[in-house]
Structure formats: C-alpha cells, structure tokens
C-alpha cells in the first residue's frame, strides 16, 4: 500500500516524492512517459532553485550532471540598446530539461520507499476526501494524493480547484541549438510581439525559448525551426543563422492557469498544476521544488507523528505567501510585454542604476519587492503593476538627474 501517490514525474512531482519519501512514508509515482520527461521549458534555474535542488539531490549524482553556469540576466530592447543584472547570491545553472529530470529520476531511483511506474496512465476517481487511484489492473486509495500533472491538470479540475478562466493568453517554444554560448548571462531579447530568452546550457549547446500572444503562435504550427522566427531580433538572428538545430521544436501554453486553492481533502497541487502565471521571469523550476520543500517543513514541525490532512491545509494557507514575490514580479514584468515602449525606458534607467536590476534578480532573498526596488509602497492583491513601474522609473530617472 502506498501512503502517497504523485501523479506527475516531471521535476515538481519528484522533487514531492523525494521529500514525502525520506519523511518516511511509501510513495508512488506514476508517469504516462517514460523518463526522461521532456517539456517545453527556459532550463534556467536561478540561485533560489540551485540552493533548492542541492537540498533535494545527492552531491554525487549533480557531479555527474551536465549543466552550465550563468552570472544574471541581460535584456536586449527592441532600440538594440541593453543592460546587465548579476545576482548576489551565486549562480543559476542553465539545464536541460531531460538532464534535470534524469537527475532528478536517478535520485528518486535512490529511494527505497519510492516506486516509480512509467508508461503508466492513471485515473482518479472518488472523492478529494476519499481518492481512489486506478492503474493496470490496480486500485490505490492513498493518504495522499499529490497532483503534479502539468498546467492543464486533469486532477486540478476533477478536486474542484480550478480558478476562472484567464483573458491572458501566453504560449511558449523552445529548441536547443549547437554553438559555444557567447555570454555567461541568460539573454532577454524583446520585441514589439513577443521575448525570446537564450539560456547556456553547456559548452556548446544553447536553449532558445520564444514567449508571445497565442494569435502569433499559432501561426507557428509547422516549422522544425525557429531560426526564421528568430530573425526578428538583429542580435540574436544572425548568431543562430548558421548553427543546427539539436532536436525537435516542441510548445506549450496557454500559460497563465489559475487555482482556487492548492489543496482539498487529501489532495495537493505542485508544480505548473498548482497555478502559473508566466515563464517571463523564469522562476517556474524553483517554484516547483520550493514547493516541496515547503512540504518538508510541514512535516518537519509535525515531529513524530504524520498527519497528512493537516499537511494539505497547512500547506494551502501557506503558498500564496511563498509564491507572493513571483506573482508580483511576474505581474510587472508581463507589464513590459503589453507596453513594448517601455522596454526601451526600463532598460536606460537599468543602465544608468544598476543596483535596482540588481535587486530586483535577488527577490528570493528575504526583502520584499518594495523593500528591494527601495520603495515606500505596500503592494497588495489588486494594485496596479503600472503604477509600481511608473513609479520606480520616476525614482530612478530623479536619482539620474540628481547624479548628473
């Protein structure tokens, strides 16, 4: 009998399995693919996520894992013009995704008190009070039932949690291409219509993902290649113009899913399934292992004795706030994306102050946003991004003049 069932192997469901596991309770995994689990995806971990999986991965198995380190974030306005961010605590890794989940995979294989069924679809019925789980001839009715089933999660919508339907349509691509990356830093280029973000992921191979409405994807359903796309921006195009497209162009979208709540009876929700908003900063890895590790410290404070009903409510009233700062910068950052003339503004105030790009990269440190934009505002569940953005312009341009 398992105590707990992850419907989900991808990075957010391993990594719940990993801690439900060496909490000491019998845990299943079931994965209608097999490993390792591709998805489209920006493969750049950010500090916050590199601390988050060197808690949840033995040393030994990231020593043999292939990845890449990068410094910050640059962003390329449509003018041409650009500016740098460093991060003030250690580097992200830039990882492929069949990497991470190989990773991850290998160290849930570690476990003794995991099993791990691929290929293996699975249906859930009953109740959220009463799950019951049916795969291959067998029937589990589990403690606990941890949804880690993607941004469209079947399970999500079966235990009543799914939020309204969201009016932002978002979809994403992603291919990996092979050439020597050129920088240590992720890459932003934006542009009138969509961003494309280029991540190192080793020594010679870089992953480029493409973010824009669903009308200007969609007319992208054929290509092998997002190298004619590309073109579009005059500093990345011609880079990419001669090297080889390593694999398939795969998508993914709409991106924003919202949630009513992230647990339900004896039901939780992580990863992508638990509510997105979108991959424009690239937090969505290590919100998914926060996640887990969020889970840890429930169980942590339970001591001796595991109660996994409490754990499901004591981690639904506790999300929102773990997550706060990456709504609220995710939220001013699509800001950019609707206001393209923006970008061209945002990044001459980064240039002329960079401690505020800075700052903003460091959000998963403990300051708030207001605190590190170092701004008297208070932010709260329906303020307007615009605002905020018009008003950390405005600080910076007078902190410009006042230098000048």
Known sequence: MSEVVVIGGGPAGLSAALICARRGLDTTIVEKRTFPVIKACGEGLMPGGVDALKRLVPQELINKMEYQKFSGIRYIAPNGEC????????????IERSELSKLLGQAAEKEPKIKILQNTVATVKGSPEQPIVHFNDQTLRPKLLIAADGLHSPIRRWAGLNGPPSKL?????????????WTNLVEVHWSKDMEAYVTP?????????????RELISSWQKPISLKETLQIF????PKLLLSEAKD?????????????RTGTGKVVLVGDAAGYL????????????????LMDRILEKQKEKTRLDELVIDYS?????LMRSYYWLTRLTLLLHRRPSLVNQVVKVFQKTPWLFNYLLDLNSARSFSEAAGLSLQIHGRSHGSELLKAIIRRSIGEIRKKS
């Open 83 to 94: 500016t740098s961010g460093y991060f003030g605590k250690g580097d992200g890794w830039g």
């Open 169 to 181: 349509k978002r979809w994403g691509l992603r291919q990996h291409y092979q050439i020597t990356p």
């Open 201 to 213: 992921v080793s020594p010679n191979t870089v992953g480029v993902a493409v973010l824009s409405h």
């Open 234 to 237: 005059s500093d990345l195009g």
């Open 248 to 260: 398939q162009l795969i998508g993914i979208g709409p991106l924003h899913q919202t949630v009513k």
């Open 278 to 293: 979108d991959a424009i900063t690239g937090e969505g890895i290590s919100n998914a292992m926060e996640q887990a590790l």
């Open 317 to 321: 009233n506790q999300l929102p706030a």
